[in-house]
Structures are given as structure tokens and as C-alpha cells.
């Protein structure tokens, strides 16, 4: 029994050998077979699906009814099984079958295969030996139709050579003019038989042809049009029409010869008439000779325009060759009589010049000037306005950024024949440079001279810190001298009519602008301690009159104005000059000088503003401030102070209206003049009692406010000051304020009044420390402690650093410091 048990489980073993599949034949088993049962899952465990079958003791009451459905499965799967290994018996010889029959069919298509080719063969074989025949009679049809049409161009080219021998000898020069243009057609195809004898002999004829045609119609014309002597033919000839027609055909150097003879033997009164000995010849008298040109061209029109082809251009041609004879002789007769060249007598020719060539522009097209060699004309010039219009001399400033909106005027279409007589007067246009110098030096003393007699404009009027007008006028004549000298050349002239700009811009800013500037006095006629508190609003005046606070406007205002305007200057002569000399034209220097003008202007108004307000610091610095017993209104100094600004910042706003951006530098500069200058004497205010103090900080508060209102101050329309400006106020001021509020502060304790230094001021230099200690009144031998003290108590420096131990702090914020000035406000309406 045992032995039997044991054979069971090794077949059992064997059978689960066997029936392990691998992944992928069981996955392609799923594939073809899909089901859900779990019998046919390949991890089929039965022991679980036992137990799934009873889950609970309660359900083997059913395991009967559970055999026999399993059993009957078995026998249905054995049944299948059966009857697909009986299927399967006989498949091997079916397949052994088919394989045989699929061999044959094969076998039997490859031969019907091999068939079709041997036709297929045999079929090109024969279209072959069709076609040969075919292309044999092509061949010989494009054979025969080259020779037929070869034979006519030359039968064609051997009668139009006899043709055109005897044309030429009986001068039939319209029949020929057409027969040579069809034989040169014909015989270009018969190039490639040029080693033929009798093609060759046939070329050399129509070679020797027009070989002798050029010839005889240049005899035709010299004979028609000798150089000297007898007189034209009254009309034109309808023989010298027609070989016209045929140079055109001809050599272009024919052409060409044709047209230099007659232009020539055209101009040759000319050059006896304008002889250099002669008076007409002399630049006085320059219009006769675009006159006569005038007057030949029409002659030329009426007795030959139809002689000549209308493509020839002859009349243009006479006309340009004229103008480079003119150019010539002008030239040679200027360098002759130099010294007799006045710069009216130049203008006027010049002009007359420029005149003549505009008439060339609008009559011609100068297509003409390119064709022959030495025909050089300049680029021509854009006849553009070196300025954008603004010849008002007063609303220049402030019509300055409106111009620079408007649009351009539209070009002039170009001048092909500018410069081809006018170009000879360019080696003496040096006349004309050298009179712009002397006209210019000239206009600045009368300028210095007018400003002189004149007198400086006067405060509320019309000039009051308005551009100067001599700056409006030397302008108009710079745009003048840069428009006429454009008109004379581009080049050279251009380079040194800048130099001349150059030199006068410079004097104009020494002479009339730096030279006017008021002087200040060394003898500041201070006031003392004394009278200055005694003294009331309006009995001080500042050290420069309102006429010179307005001069010093009127200068400034006439200064940015040049500063523009020479830099649209500068752009407009780039514009003018040729542009290989565009880089030579550099008008910086100017425009620094005019800057540095501004610059001293706006110094002169701090210093003057400045230095009115010294007396009354030096009698705050000289107050007893001990001896204050109680907190008042403001002190005299600051009634003082607030009297010089509003005497004088009202006067300057109004005649800086037109630049409001210096006159904002005007209140920057004199606020970082003023605020350090005031925490300078408020250091030597001491000793300092706790009600002086007090009072200190109620008059800084003043300033302070004061200075706020400083761009606005006296006027009616109240405007906002400018966020750089206010920043530099609320910074210096509050730093007075601090150190104010450090000697309010106790010293006892020591550590808390040194902490609250370091607090407050954020100031690490020992000199500053002793400055409060000295306005607190302390003795020596206390500060020595407080300093020692303070040194110890400074934040460590950085490492590497070196010198005196210095604070890292890093500046207050804006928030901080409208704090700071909330807290202060509050204390002084406590105290007051």
C-alpha cells in the first residue's frame, strides 16, 4: 500500500514537471485560449480553491453535488482530449501531402516564368532591328535640314556681301544700315566653320566692309564739319542721318569719334571767344558763357537734333563737354589772377555756377556723365536746412523740443551735375573761409560792444533770464555760412568752416558769457553779532543785485541753449560733409565749454546765496547758548537765513523757468553747501544748556521746513520738490537734529549716554564724539573717561581693516527717518 502511495506522488511530481510552462508559452496560451476559470491559471493552488469551494463546515453538506460537477468536467475534458489526439493521427500525412502538391505547382510556375522571359528577348530583338531603320532616317532628316538652312545663311551672306560692297561705294548709308546689322546676324552662325576657306574669305570681306565704312563716314563728317575754316551747312544732311544709323552698327569707337569731332568743331568758337586775354573770360562776366552755351544748344536743336540719333544724347553731350572746358579754363585763369579773387566776385560766380548746373539737372538726365572717362562729378548735396527752422531768436530755448518733433522736409531729388563746373572753385574758396573768420570775429565784438552799452537785462522784464538775442543771431549766421559753403563743396572747405565755428563758439562762451558773468568781491561787508539780532526781515540784502542774480540767469539760459543747438549743429554738418570727413567733425569740446559755462553760472548763484547766509551763522555759532532761560519762537539767525533765500530763490526760479532741471541742480548744490556748512557752526555752539538745545532743535526744525519748501518757496503755484532733493534735505537735517537730541540727552549714566550716541548718530570717529561732549560743557578730565568709554562700546571693525575704528552701520531707512522726524515734531510741540 505504501509502495503504491509512493508511485502516486512521483507520478504527481512528474506530471507538475511537465506540465510547467514557460512565460511565454503560456501567455500566447492565454492569448489563443482566454478564460477565467481558476483551473487554468498556471499558479493554480488547489488547496485554496478547496477552500474557496467551502469556505465554512456548513457547506460540505455539498461536497456531493461539488465531486459530481468535477467529475463530469474530467470526463469532458477527456472526451475532448480524445477526440483531438483521433484528429491529430492523420495530420502528418496531409501535411507531407500538401508540401508535395505545392512543390510541383512551383516547379510548373517557374518554367511558364522562364517562357515569358525567352519571348520577352526575343521581342526587344526584333524592336531593335525596327527601330535602327528609324533612327538611320532621323538622323539623316537633321542632317539634311542643318545643310538646307546652312546653305541659305550662306547664300544669304554671299549676296548681302556683294550687296553691301556696292552700297558702300554709292553711300547708300540707310540701305546699309540695315543690310550690315543682318549680314553681322548671319554670319555669327558660321563660327564654328571658320576653317572653311571660302567662310573665312567671306568674313574678311564684311570685316574690310565695315572697315571702310568707318572710314568713309568719318571723312563724310570731317569733310561735312571741318575743323577750320569754311562755315557749316545751313540744314541738316540726310546722307550723315543715315550713317549715323549705320555707326551705330559699326565699332563704338566710330560712334564715339563721330560724336568728340562734332562736339569739338561745335565748341570751338567758344574757347576763341572766352580766351583767357579775353574780358569776357574773367568771373565778373561768368554769365556770358552759360549764355552762349544757352544759345548753342538751341541752334544745335533746330539745325541738328534730327541728324542724330535721339540714344546719342548729343545734346547733352555738348552741353557736359562744355561744362568740363569751363571748369578747366576757370581754373587756369583763377590760378593766373589770384590775387584779383574777392570773395563777392567768387559768391557771384559761384551762384551763377550752381545756377547753371541746377538748369543742366532739369533739363538732362545726365545719363551721359558715366560714358566717357574723366567724367568725376561729386555726389550731390541734400539742399536740407542745417537748423529745424527756428530763426526766433527769443522762444529758441523754449521751442527746442517742439522742433525736434517736427518732420523733415522731404528730400530734393539729386543734382547728377553738381559740381561739374563749381568744382573749381573749391582750391579758392579759402577767400571765403578767411572772410567768415574776420565777419565772425567782427560780429562778436559787436556783440561784446552791444552787451556793453546795453547793459544787463533787467529783472521782470520781457529779457529777464531769457536766451541773449546775440546768441539767437550768431546761430542765423552760422546756419547761413554752413547752407552757402554746402553749396560750394563738401569737402575740404567743410572741415575748415567747422574750424571757424569751432574758434567763435569758444570766444562767444569766454567773451560774452563767461567774461559777463558778475565778479564776486572779497569784501563780504559781514554783519556783526550785535546788529544781526537786532536786525528785521528786509534790512539785508544779498551781496549780488537782483539786475546781476538776473544777468547770471539770462548767461545760464543762454549757455544751455548753445549747448543744445551746437550739438544740432554738429549733427547737421555730419549731414553736409562728405562722408569719408564725417569723422573729423567734432564739436565736444565746444559743448564742454558751454557745460562748464553752466556749471560756474549755477556756482556763482550757490556762493552768492551761500555767503549771504555766513553772518548768520557765525552769530548762531557765537550766541550764548548757556545763558538760554526758556524756549521762544525761532532766533534771528534762522529770520536771517529764511529772508537771504526768499529774497533771492524767487528771483532765480523765475528766470531759470525755461530749465527747470538747473535750477533743481541750483537748490541740490546749495542745500550740500548749506547743511554741512550749519552743522559746522552748530558744533561750535557751546557750551550748550538743555533749554538751549531745545531751542536749537526748534530752529533746526525751521530750516529744516524751509529748505523742504526751498523750490517752491514765495511762489503761487506750489509744486512738489523733487525726490532727490528731499532726500538730501531729510538726511543732512535729521543728522543735525541727532546730534542735537545726543546733547539734550543726559550723560549720567555714561554707557547709556554712549550707546545712545553710537544709536543715534552712527558716527564712529572719535573727533565727532568730543565735539558733543564739548557742546554738552563737560570738563577734560570727564571726557577723558567718556572717551575711553566710547572707544570701548564701538562695534569691532571688520577684519583687515586698518586706521581709525569707523562704524559699518548702514544708513537709515526712509522709515527710520520719518520716525525720527515724527518723534522730534512731537517733542518740540511738547515743549513749546
Given at each position: 500500500?505504501?509502495?503504491?502511495e509512493?508511485?502516486?506522488?512521483e507520478?504527481?511530481?512528474?506530471?507538475e514537471?511537465i506540465?510547467?510552462?514557460?512565460?511565454?508559452?503560456?501567455?500566447?496560451?492565454d492569448?489563443?485560449?482566454p478564460?477565467?476559470?481558476?483551473?487554468?491559471?498556471?499558479?493554480?493552488?488547489?488547496?485554496?480553491?478547496?477552500n474557496?469551494?467551502?469556505?465554512?463546515?456548513q457547506?460540505?453538506?455539498?461536497?456531493?453535488?461539488?465531486?459530481?460537477?468535477i467529475?463530469?468536467?474530467?470526463?469532458r475534458?477527456?472526451?475532448?482530449?480524445r477526440?483531438?489526439v483521433?484528429?491529430?493521427?492523420?495530420?502528418?500525412?496531409?501535411?507531407?501531402?500538401a508540401?508535395?502538391?505545392?512543390?510541383?505547382?512551383?516547379?510548373?510556375l517557374?518554367?511558364?516564368?522562364?517562357?515569358?522571359?525567352?519571348?520577352?528577348?526575343k521581342?526587344?530583338?526584333?524592336v531593335?532591328?525596327i527601330?535602327?531603320?528609324?533612327k538611320?532616317l532621323?538622323?539623316a532628316?537633321?542632317h539634311?535640314t542643318?545643310?538646307?538652312?546652312?546653305?541659305?545663311?550662306?547664300?544669304?551672306?554671299?549676296?548681302?556681301?556683294d550687296?553691301?560692297?556696292?552700297?558702300t561705294?554709292?553711300?547708300?548709308?540707310?540701305?546699309?544700315a540695315?543690310?550690315?546689322?543682318?549680314?553681322?546676324?548671319?554670319?555669327?552662325?558660321?563660327h564654328?566653320?571658320?576653317?572653311?576657306?571660302?567662310?573665312?574669305?567671306?568674313?574678311?570681306?564684311?570685316?574690310a566692309a565695315q572697315?571702310?565704312?568707318?572710314?568713309?563716314?568719318?571723312?563724310?563728317?570731317?569733310?561735312?564739319?571741318?575743323?577750320?575754316?569754311?562755315?557749316?551747312?545751313?540744314g541738316?544732311?540726310?546722307?550723315?542721318?543715315?550713317?549715323?544709323?549705320?555707326?551705330n552698327?559699326?565699332?563704338?569707337?566710330?560712334?564715339?569719334?563721330?560724336?568728340?569731332?562734332?562736339?569739338r568743331?561745335?565748341?570751338?568758337?567758344?574757347?576763341?571767344?572766352?580766351?583767357?586775354?579775353?574780358?569776357?573770360?574773367?568771373?565778373d562776366?561768368?554769365?556770358?558763357r552759360?549764355?552762349?552755351?544757352?544759345?548753342q544748344?538751341?541752334?544745335?536743336e533746330?539745325?541738328?537734333?534730327?541728324m542724330?540719333?535721339?540714344?546719342?544724347c548729343?545734346?547733352?553731350?555738348?552741353?557736359?563737354?562744355?561744362c568740363h572746358i569751363?571748369?578747366?579754363?576757370?581754373?587756369?585763369?583763377?590760378?593766373?589772377?589770384v590775387?584779383e579773387i574777392?570773395?563777392?566776385?567768387?559768391?557771384f560766380?559761384?551762384?551763377r555756377?550752381t545756377?547753371?548746373e541746377?538748369?543742366?539737372?532739369k533739363?538732362f538726365?545726365?545719363?551721359?556723365?558715366?560714358?566717357?572717362p574723366?567724367?568725376?562729378?561729386?555726389?550731390?548735396?541734400?539742399?536740407?536746412?542745417p537748423?529745424?527752422?527756428?530763426?526766433?531768436?527769443?522762444?529758441?530755448?523754449l521751442?527746442?523740443?517742439?522742433?525736434?518733433?517736427?518732420p523733415?522736409?522731404?528730400k530734393?531729388?539729386?543734382?547728377?551735375?553738381?559740381g561739374?563746373?563749381?568744382?573749381?572753385f573749391?582750391?579758392?574758396?579759402?577767400?571765403y573761409?578767411?572772410?567768415?573768420?574776420?565777419n565772425?570775429?567782427?560780429?562778436?565784438d559787436?556783440?561784446?560792444?552791444?552787451?556793453?552799452?546795453?547793459?544787463?537785462?533787467q529783472?521782470?522784464?520781457?529779457?529777464?533770464?531769457?536766451?541773449?538775442?546775440?546768441?539767437?543771431?550768431?546761430?542765423?549766421?552760422?546756419?547761413?555760412?554752413?547752407?552757402?559753403c554746402?553749396?560750394?563743396?563738401?569737402?575740404?572747405?567743410?572741415i575748415?568752416?567747422?574750424?571757424?565755428?569751432?574758434?567763435?563758439?569758444?570766444?562767444y562762451?569766454?567773451?560774452?558769457?563767461?567774461?559777463?558773468?558778475?565778479?564776486?568781491s572779497?569784501?563780504?561787508?559781514?554783519?556783526?553779532?550785535?546788529?544781526?539780532?537786532?536786525?528785521?526781515?528786509g534790512s539785508?540784502?544779498?551781496?549780488?543785485?537782483?539786475?546781476?542774480l538776473?544777468?547770471?540767469?539770462?548767461?545760464?539760459?543762454?549757455?544751455?541753449?548753445?549747448?543744445a543747438?551746437?550739438q544740432?549743429?554738429?549733427e547737421?554738418l555730419?549731414e553736409?560733409?562728405?562722408?569719408?570727413?564725417?569723422?573729423?567733425?567734432?564739436?565736444?569740446?565746444?559743448?564742454?565749454?558751454?557745460s562748464t559755462?553752466?556749471s560756474?553760472?549755477?556756482?556763482?548763484?550757490?556762493?552768492?546765496?551761500?555767503s549771504?547766509?555766513?553772518?548768520a551763522?557765525?552769530a548762531?555759532?557765537?550766541?550764548?547758548w548757556?545763558?538760554v532761560?526758556h524756549?521762544?519762537?525761532?532766533?534771528?539767525?534762522?529770520?536771517?537765513?529764511?529772508?537771504h533765500?526768499?529774497?533771492?530763490?524767487p528771483?532765480i526760479?523765475?528766470?531759470?523757468?525755461?530749465?527747470r532741471k538747473?535750477f533743481t541742480?541750483?537748490?541740490i548744490?546749495?542745500?550740500?553747501?548749506?547743511?554741512?556748512?550749519?552743522?559746522?557752526?552748530?558744533?561750535?555752539?557751546?557750551?550748550?544748556?538743555?533749554?538751549g538745545?531745545?531751542?536749537?532743535?526748534?530752529d533746526?526744525?525751521?530750516l529744516k521746513?524751509?529748505?523742504?519748501d526751498?523750490?517752491?518757496?514765495?511762489?503761487?503755484?506750489?509744486?512738489k520738490a523733487?525726490?532727490?532733493?528731499?532726500?538730501i534735505?531729510?538726511k543732512?537735517m535729521?543728522r543735525?537734529?541727532?546730534?542735537?537730541k545726543?546733547v539734550?540727552?543726559?550723560?549720567?549714566?555714561?554707557?547709556?549716554f554712549v550707546?545712545?550716541?553710537?544709536?543715534?548718530?552712527?558716527?564712529?570717529n572719535p573727533?565727532?564724539?568730543?565735539?558733543?561732549?564739548?557742546?554738552?560743557?563737560?570738563?577734560?578730565?570727564?571726557?577723558?573717561?567718556?572717551?575711553?568709554?566710547f572707544?570701548?562700546?564701538?562695534?569691532?571693525p571688520?577684519?583687515g581693516?586698518?586706521?581709525?575704528?569707523?562704524?559699518?552701520?548702514?544708513?537709515?531707512?526712509?522709515?527710520?527717518?520719518?520716525?525720527?522726524i515724527?518723534?522730534?515734531?512731537?517733542?518740540?510741540?511738547?515743549?513749546?
Amino acid at each position: 500500500m505504501s509502495v503504491m502511495e509512493d508511485e502516486e506522488l512521483e507520478f504527481a511530481d512528474d506530471l507538475e514537471a511537465i506540465l510547467h510552462l514557460t512565460p511565454e508559452v503560456q501567455q500566447a496560451i492565454d492569448q489563443v485560449f482566454p478564460s477565467q476559470d481558476p483551473l487554468d491559471r498556471p499558479d493554480f493552488n488547489a488547496v485554496e480553491y478547496i477552500n474557496t469551494l467551502f469556505p465554512t463546515e456548513q457547506s460540505l453538506a455539498n461536497i456531493d453535488d461539488v465531486v459530481n460537477k468535477i467529475r463530469l468536467k474530467i470526463r469532458r475534458l477527456d472526451d475532448n482530449i480524445r477526440t483531438v489526439v483521433r484528429g491529430q493521427t492523420n495530420v502528418g500525412q496531409d501535411g507531407r501531402q500538401a508540401l508535395e502538391e505545392a512543390q510541383k505547382s512551383i516547379q510548373q510556375l517557374f518554367g511558364k516564368i522562364k517562357d515569358i522571359k525567352d519571348k520577352a528577348e526575343k521581342s526587344e530583338q526584333m524592336v531593335k532591328e525596327i527601330t535602327r531603320d528609324i533612327k538611320q532616317l532621323d538622323h539623316a532628316k537633321r542632317h539634311l535640314t542643318t545643310s538646307i538652312t546652312t546653305l541659305n545663311h550662306l547664300h544669304m551672306l554671299a549676296g548681302g556681301v556683294d550687296s553691301l560692297e556696292a552700297m558702300t561705294r554709292r553711300r547708300q548709308y540707310g540701305e546699309v544700315a540695315n543690310l550690315l546689322q543682318g549680314v553681322v546676324n548671319v554670319l555669327e552662325h558660321f563660327h564654328k566653320y571658320m576653317s572653311i576657306p571660302q567662310i573665312r574669305q567671306l568674313s574678311e570681306r564684311v570685316k574690310a566692309a565695315q572697315s571702310e565704312l568707318g572710314t568713309q563716314i568719318l571723312a563724310d563728317f570731317e569733310e561735312a564739319f571741318p575743323a577750320q575754316g569754311s562755315k557749316r551747312p545751313g540744314g541738316p544732311s540726310n546722307v550723315l542721318r543715315d550713317a549715323c544709323l549705320v555707326a551705330n552698327v559699326l565699332d563704338p569707337r566710330i560712334k564715339q569719334e563721330i560724336m568728340k569731332k562734332f562736339i569739338r568743331q561745335h565748341l570751338s568758337e567758344y574757347l576763341l571767344l572766352f580766351q583767357e586775354n579775353q574780358d569776357v573770360a574773367w568771373l565778373d562776366r561768368i554769365d556770358r558763357r552759360y549764355a552762349w552755351i544757352k544759345r548753342q544748344l538751341v541752334d544745335y536743336e533746330e539745325k541738328y537734333g534730327r541728324m542724330f540719333p535721339a540714344e546719342w544724347c548729343m545734346t547733352e553731350r555738348i552741353a557736359v563737354e562744355f561744362c568740363h572746358i569751363t571748369r578747366t579754363e576757370l581754373a587756369r585763369i583763377m590760378r593766373t589772377r589770384v590775387r584779383e579773387i574777392e570773395v563777392k566776385l567768387l559768391l557771384f560766380a559761384i551762384q551763377r555756377t550752381t545756377n547753371f548746373e541746377g538748369l543742366l539737372a532739369k533739363r538732362f538726365s545726365g545719363c551721359t556723365l558715366t560714358d566717357g572717362p574723366g567724367k568725376q562729378v561729386d555726389t550731390p548735396l541734400e539742399p536740407t536746412n542745417p537748423f529745424l527752422e527756428d530763426e526766433a531768436g527769443d522762444d529758441c530755448s523754449l521751442e527746442k523740443e517742439e522742433e525736434l518733433d517736427r518732420p523733415k522736409k522731404p528730400k530734393a531729388p539729386d543734382n547728377p551735375f553738381h559740381g561739374i563746373v563749381s568744382k573749381c572753385f573749391e582750391p579758392h574758396l579759402y577767400v571765403y573761409i578767411e572772410s567768415q573768420d574776420k565777419n565772425l570775429g567782427e560780429l562778436i565784438d559787436r556783440f561784446v560792444t552791444d552787451l556793453r552799452s546795453q547793459g544787463p537785462p533787467q529783472c521782470g522784464s520781457e529779457e529777464g533770464g531769457a536766451v541773449l538775442p546775440s546768441c539767437a543771431d550768431l546761430f542765423v549766421y552760422y546756419k547761413k555760412c554752413m547752407v552757402q559753403c554746402s553749396q560750394l563743396s563738401t569737402g575740404e572747405p567743410m572741415i575748415a568752416l567747422t574750424t571757424i565755428f569751432q574758434k567763435y563758439l569758444r570766444e562767444y562762451a569766454w567773451k560774452i558769457l563767461s567774461g559777463n558773468l558778475p565778479k564776486t568781491s572779497s569784501g563780504s561787508g559781514g554783519l556783526t553779532i550785535s546788529s544781526l539780532l537786532k536786525e528785521k526781515e528786509g534790512s539785508e540784502t544779498a551781496k549780488f543785485t537782483p539786475e546781476e542774480l538776473c544777468l547770471i540767469c539770462s548767461i545760464l539760459s543762454t549757455a544751455e541753449y548753445c549747448l543744445a543747438t551746437t550739438q544740432q549743429l554738429e549733427e547737421k554738418l555730419k549731414e553736409k560733409v562728405d562722408k569719408a570727413l564725417v569723422e573729423r567733425i567734432n564739436l565736444t569740446g565746444e559743448m564742454d565749454t558751454f557745460s562748464t559755462v553752466i556749471s560756474n553760472s549755477i556756482q556763482l548763484l550757490v556762493q552768492d546765496l551761500d555767503s549771504a547766509c555766513d553772518p548768520a551763522l557765525t552769530a548762531m555759532s557765537k550766541m550764548p547758548w548757556q545763558n538760554v532761560e526758556h524756549v521762544g519762537d525761532q532766533s534771528p539767525y534762522v529770520t536771517s537765513v529764511i529772508m537771504h533765500i526768499k529774497h533771492n530763490v524767487p528771483i532765480i526760479r523765475d528766470n531759470l523757468a525755461s530749465t527747470r532741471k538747473y535750477f533743481t541742480q541750483f537748490c541740490i548744490k546749495f542745500t550740500n553747501s548749506f547743511i554741512p556748512k550749519f552743522i559746522t557752526h552748530l558744533f561750535r555752539c557751546k557750551p550748550i544748556s538743555m533749554v538751549g538745545a531745545e531751542q536749537l532743535l526748534l530752529d533746526t526744525h525751521s530750516l529744516k521746513t524751509v529748505l523742504l519748501d526751498l523750490p517752491s518757496i514765495g511762489s503761487q503755484v506750489v509744486r512738489k520738490a523733487p525726490a532727490s532733493y528731499t532726500k538730501i534735505v531729510v538726511k543732512g537735517m535729521t543728522r543735525a537734529e541727532m546730534i542735537l537730541k545726543v546733547v539734550m540727552a543726559p550723560h549720567e549714566p555714561p554707557v547709556v549716554f554712549v550707546d545712545n550716541y553710537i544709536k543715534l548718530l552712527a558716527d564712529g570717529n572719535p573727533d565727532t564724539f568730543q565735539k558733543i561732549l564739548d557742546m554738552k560743557g563737560l570738563k577734560r578730565s570727564e571726557q577723558g573717561s567718556m572717551l575711553e568709554l566710547f572707544r570701548q562700546r564701538l562695534p569691532t571693525p571688520p577684519s583687515g581693516g586698518d586706521g581709525m575704528p569707523s562704524l559699518s552701520f548702514s544708513a537709515p531707512t526712509p522709515e527710520q527717518e520719518s520716525s525720527r522726524i515724527r518723534r522730534l515734531e512731537k517733542l518740540i510741540k511738547k515743549r513749546l
